[in-house]
């Protein structure tokens, strides 16, 4: 009876050894090897950005597309990204898109131009822009799009 426990601690002992040792190696490889940021764009209602519609060069120019889900025309006003801000007057209509080019130089996130490797480096900030109903530019709201970019 006693050889019968003995094996099968020793069992348990081998192959409990063997699982912790795949669960270290297991551990350090997805430290090692992280996975790449994926590029991002995200704003609230009424407003959408169109996907892989956004890319930002070695000048910190970012060129994104919004789509307006509104019921209701919009014009927008500027951007604001870092402390540049790009005057735009650009309407949207219901259901329609648009591409803002906005100036991030001011941004204290960007990548000096001289130092950026394309499709490797990544450009991450808020973009603030302010809108108002077409017909109504007493009522101007603003909107933070969340960016995560890699430059092109």
């Known amino acids: 009876m006693m050889r019968k426990g003995q094996a099968a601690m ?3 002992m081998t ?3 063997a699982i912790l040792i795949v669960l270290a190696i297991m551990g350090i490889l997805v430290y090692l090897v992280r996975p790449q940021q994926v590029e991002s764009c995200n704003v ?4 959408q950005c169109e996907q892989n519609k956004y890319t930002i060069n070695s000048s910190q120019i970012l ?3 919004l789509v307006n889900l509104g019921s209701i025309a919009y ?3 500027n951007a604001k ?3 540049s801000t790009s005057t735009l007057n650009i309407v949207i209509t219901p259901g329609s898109n648009a591409t803002l ?3 991030c130089t001011g941004s204290t996130n960007i990548i000096p131009s001289s130092q950026v490797q394309a499709g ?3 450009f991450k900030d808020t973009i603030t822009i302010t809108y108002y109903p077409v017909g109504s530019p007493d009522f101007q709201k603003t909107q933070q799009i969340e960016i995560v970019v890699k430059y092109s």
Do not use: M, Q
């Open 63 to 65: 060129k994104l597309s």
């Open 120 to 122: 490797k480096d990544v």
């Open 10 to 12: 020793e069992y348990l």
């Open 15 to 17: 192959y409990g050894w």
């Open 101 to 103: 080019a906005i100036d």
């Open 81 to 83: 990204c870092g402390t």
């Open 44 to 47: 609230a209602l009424p407003f």
């Open 75 to 77: 014009n927008i006003t």
